[in-house]
């Protein structure tokens, strides 16, 4: 499928032109970005901060304004949220399915707020959606409520949750490109995150919530959340206790972790992990900067998993927030898509056909 990146000279749209080079589904056809950078080449355009080199085969493309009239099959969004709400509504109305990382649409009542392995049904709002044309919006969650849902969803299913209280440890690469001075952030935990906390508070209601009719039925359990920036290049670190409907032991949400069988386990989709969560017994782990990279960087990592004084279980939770919490769960987002039959071309046909 021919594909275009709305916001592509970003640091999210650059995560998604590393990703999809050599997708064995998805084709970068189109690049778009501010009326600064249109009409340059992307490695003109671009100010690379990737580790990686940038994809040959997307350098000499040309960067073309924010506006429909790409001839992809739908475009993913790495937008600013500054600008997203309006570009996005924009192209599902001429008729493209839109895939953003944005936060603009992501609590719409009639937009999807996924994470495969945790609603992969809540893609039915997409028939309720409503732009004029057949184009829709889909959203993957906050980079930081990601890793926290994806840990609780099976403790979700097996347990029931009362209460949430969640301490995170954010990555410097959450925060974009600047992102956060050198001066604040060098010996230093900033212990502020503009609209952080409202995200983990709202989106995991959503996300654990069950498809009704047309609608979500959202769950009901209170969720304390505070937020702080750390010295940490990639990975967000989370600190749970969690309040559980019944009496539950450190080895019972140790069970439920390693045996929860992700929905995606038998849809071949190119970006779903083998693991989906590793669950580690050493109680130094995880760290950052040796797991981060687990299941390239889509695996969720819990540890410490431990009674809590005040709540029933605490744990470590960590997750990489540019994989998995942006670019990385926006594709895999698209694959599931694909398989469901939102995304259609004849390419995709011969996919399924073949697979």
Known sequence: MNVGILGATGAVGQKFVTLLENHPWFNVTHLAASSRSAGKTYKEAANWIAAESMPESIAN?????????FDCDFVFSGLDSSVAGEAEE????????????????????????LIPEVNPSHTALIKEQSWGSDGYIVTNPNCSTVGLVCALKPLYDAFGIEAVQVVTMQALSGAGYPGVSSLDITGNVVPFIKGEED????????????YEAGAIEEASFPVSAQCNRVAVLDGHLECVSIKFGTRVSPDDVKEALR??????????????????????????????????GLGNGMTVSVGRIRPCEILDIKCIVLSHNTVRGAAGGAILNAELLVKQGFLQSKTTENLIAAT
């Open 259 to 292: 045996t929860y069988e992700s929905p995606l386990a038998k849809m071949g989709l190119p970006s779903a992990p083998a693991q989906f969560i590793e669950v580690f017994e050493d109680e130094r782990y995880p760290q950052p900067r040796r797991h981060v």
């Open 199 to 210: 995200k983990l508070v709202e989106e995991p209601l959503k996300l654990l919530g069950a």
């Open 90 to 113: 924009a192209f599902a109305r001429a008729g493209y399915p839109v895939i953003s990382n944005a936060k603009n649409y992501r609590m719409h009542p009639q937009v999807p707020l």
């Open 61 to 69: 493309q040309i960067v073309k304004e924010t506006v429909p009239g």
